[in-house]
T-cell receptor, first 114, second 114 residues
């Protein structure tokens, strides 16, 4: 999607290893989000950021940490990957809180933990 | 506890007919609602939204209806086209200065048959 890129697009990792996913935006939006999408669960919020170094937990934050040292980058780290973290991860950006202008999503990262 | 519910995991309609996707919510503080469309291997994209001060919003073939008393909204697609085949997510948020984030339903997979 224009203005937001996720890397890598696909990753296979072993149980117990740390993994970092990157979200990069060129829109200069203040708000950034990490969601995971799983069958039967829809999109669930993991963590979000409302500014540089300002982050907070979402609905399913256990086992994940985030960092935002620059406006354009929001990193999601799986501290010790487990099979239950096999999922598709989406980053989103927003220029306003509460989503009233909608979010712009990245294309996703498909993570498989074996 | 699910705050946004899409009770139909899938829907199949014939090309040219109307598609009606439903969404219910439980949080009376929600006052802005959005629909997102998602194709396989892509991120969700914004489709249409509605504020709680309205009961209808129309954009081309897409119309969203909101019934606040019933805490129910629906997305109508008329006429349906094969390219509309996708997963549709309903989302809700509160705003007015809050840090509320978008809460998504589980999605409804729409199949439009030629």
């Amino acid at each position: 999607d224009a203005g937001i890129t996720q890397s890598p697009r696909h990753k296979v990792t072993e149980t117990g290893t740390p993994v970092t996913l990157r979200c990069h935006q060129t829109e200069n939006h203040r708000y950034m989000y990490w969601y995971r999408q799983d069958p039967g669960h829809g999109l669930r919020l993991i963590h979000y950021s409302y500014g540089v170094k300002d982050t907070d937990k979402g609905e399913v934050s256990d086992g994940y940490s985030v960092s935002r040292s620059k406006t354009e980058d929001f990193l999601l780290t799986l501290e010790s990957a487990t099979s239950s973290q096999t999922s598709v991860y989406f980053c989103a950006i927003s220029e306003a809180p509460g989503g009233i202008y909608g979010y712009t999503f990245g294309s996703g990262t498909r993570l498989t933990v074996v | 506890d699910q705050q946004v519910k899409q009770n139909s995991p899938s829907l199949s309609v014939q090309e040219g007919r109307i598609s009606i996707l439903n969404c219910d919510y439980t949080n009376s503080m929600f006052d802005y609602f959005l629909w997102y469309k998602k194709y396989p291997a892509e991120g969700p994209t914004f489709l249409i939204s509605i504020s709680s001060i309205k009961d209808k919003n129309e954009d081309g073939r897409f119309t969203v209806f909101l019934n606040k008393s019933a805490k129910h909204l629906s997305l109508h697609i008329v006429p349906s086209q094969p390219g509309d085949s996708a997963v549709y997510f309903c989302a809700a948020t509160g705003y007015g200065g809050s840090q509320g984030n978008l809460i998504f339903g589980k999605g409804t997979k729409l199949s439009v048959k030629p």
